[in-house]
């Protein structure tokens, strides 16, 4: 596993086209926005999805840390755009914008896990008091039982810092083979476990979950 693929800070990008535009944003996606993106410095690599369900636009950029995001060069980019930039940026019909800062990694099951062309992410509101027991279980149960399919394939954990439109303040990333590791017998035998249900009574115990394909290469900072 190359870890300077990944940084310890995400911004986790989400777009939603008008469908008149889908495929020039498409293509202006990964042309022009994520490449501007890897000039900044402290970025280490950057990918682009697209949602299974909706067809939303997803970019994920990874950053040494999280000051990343706060640098000048950073803001220049956030707020001067060119013309087709603008159009693009302007035709977002429900923009979503999240910054995390890892807390957890587990040891891939192959190299390039991060490449893998599924991500799965899945979102919580933790309160404060619960955090402790919701991050043992979590990783000392349920990701030990998911990563017994072999398409399972990697799962990060990031506390939320801020973002918008929800109030989300823990996002998981799983990496996947294949669509058939949400229907695996190791997922079903991790969602049924003492714990789980212990935890699932707790009335903030609810996930909202997002399945994104993979589309175009990682760019890596190193590439610009």
């Known amino acids: 596993m190359k870890h300077s ?22 293509a202006w996606h990964g042309t022009e926005y994520l490449p501007s993106w890897m000039k900044c410095p402290g970025l280490v690599s950057g990918q682009n999805y697209r949602a299974d369900a909706t067809d939303s636009l997803l970019t994920t950029l990874e950053a040494k840390d999280s000051d990343a995001f706060g640098s000048p060069e950073y803001q220049q980019i956030e707020t001067q755009h060119n013309e087709l930039s603008d159009s693009m940026l302007s035709s977002d019909r429900r923009p979503s914008r999240y910054l995390g800062e890892e807390i957890y990694r587990n040891n891939p099951s192959m190299p390039d896990a991060e490449d893998s062309p599924l991500l799965f992410a899945v ?102």
């Open 123 to 224: 979102w919580w509101r933790v309160p404060p008091e619960r955090e402790s027991e919701f991050g043992n279980w979590y990783e000392h149960e349920h990701v030990p039982l998911l990563t017994g399919c072999p398409d399972w394939r990697m799962v990060r954990r990031f506390r939320v810092i801020n973002g918008q439109p929800e109030a989300w303040n823990h996002l998981a990333f799983h990496y996947l083979g294949s669509k058939g590791a949400l229907q695996s017998p190791e997922r079903d035998a991790a969602r049924k476990t003492v714990w789980r249900n212990k935890l699932g009574t707790e009335p903030w115990f609810e996930a909202t979950y997002s399945l994104f394909n993979r589309t175009g290469s990682r760019l890596h900072a190193s590439d610009t």
């Open 5 to 26: 693929r990944l940084g310890r800070a995400i911004l986790f990008a989400e777009m939603m086209p008008e469908a008149s535009l889908k495929e020039k944003l498409s």
